[in-house]
Nanobody
Framework: QVQLVESGGGLVQAGGSLRLSCAAS???????????MGWYRQAPGKQRELVAA???????NYADSVKGRFTISRGNAKNTVYMQMNSLKPEDTAVYYC?????????WGQGTQVTVSS
């Protein structure tokens, strides 16, 4: 079993920055088996959408709406993923969820609120 714990959300003015962190914990075997980690977000009344993803091989994928503003990266411990969010816009307001994919299935964090004021 893998657990994901997110941190770093909060309230920021438009144009500001936030850094989200997600740490995976659990059995070493399950953590090693993770082949991709990413961030999704869900705004009120909208479907959850992919924001950014990072594979174990280092490939990244970004939603068009965040390209050039958000950067996903892996920590030295490799069980941690970060997302640096710059030039934030009010439309980035949502609950952000960390996700991990492995042969055992998909794991989600509890979510962290990001609110961008205009």
């Amino acid at each position: 079993q893998v657990q994901l714990v997110e941190s770093g959300g909060g309230l920021v003015q438009a144009g500001g920055s936030l850094r989200l962190s997600c740490a995976a914990s659990g059995s070493i075997g399950r953590i090693i088996s993770i082949n991709a980690m990413g961030w999704y977000r869900q705004a009120p009344g909208k479907q959850r959408e992919l924001v950014a993803a990072l594979t174990s091989g280092g490939s990244t994928n970004y939603a068009d709406s965040v390209k050039g503003r958000f950067t996903i990266s892996r920590g030295n411990a490799k069980n941690t993923v970060y997302m640096q969010m710059n030039s934030l816009k009010p439309e980035d307001t949502a609950v952000y969820y960390c996700n991990a994919e492995s042969p055992y299935g998909s794991t989600w964090g509890q979510g962290t609120q990001v609110t961008v004021s205009s």
